[in-house]
């Protein structure tokens, strides 16, 4: 089991990225991103479920960030655009074997992957 993230970098506040977590040695009921910035806390950002396709966001990025995936290649993604300075984090995905419904909670996860830096300059 391997989680691929890549596709950080350094943006400008209002700028676009697109992260993605190339998933690979089984299916998953669901698939998640988490964000920690230095001193913080890891932070539930976005999470999707695999069959349903049904997305789930933090308040924080609601209406900025859009989660998907696409099955044929296992691979999940993260369109985050009007990046804010308060959105530099160290992003991480992370997937689920099982549906638990704490999509939230990274306690449920049982695989991650080995993060992307995200830098938003102000």
């Known amino acids: 089991v391997q989680l691929q993230a890549s596709g950080g970098g350094l943006v400008q506040t209002g700028g676009s990225l697109r992260l993605s977590c190339a998933a690979s040695g089984r299916t998953y009921a669901g698939m998640g991103w988490f964000r920690q910035a230095p001193g913080n806390e890891r932070e539930f950002v976005a999470a999707?479920?695999?069959?349903?396709?049904?997305?789930y966001y933090a308040d924080s990025v609601k209406g900025r960030f859009t989660i998907s995936r696409d099955n044929a290649k296992s691979t999940v993604y993260l369109q985050m655009n009007s990046l804010k300075p308060e959105d530099t984090a160290l992003y991480y995905c992370?997937?689920?074997?099982?549906?638990?419904?704490?999509?939230?909670?990274?306690?449920?996860?049982?695989?991650w992957g080995q993060g992307t830096l995200v830098t938003v300059s102000s």
């Open positions: 992370a997937a689920e074997r099982y549906y638990s419904g704490n999509y939230r909670q990274s306690s449920v996860y049982d695989y």
């Open positions: 999707i479920g695999w069959s349903s396709g049904r997305p």
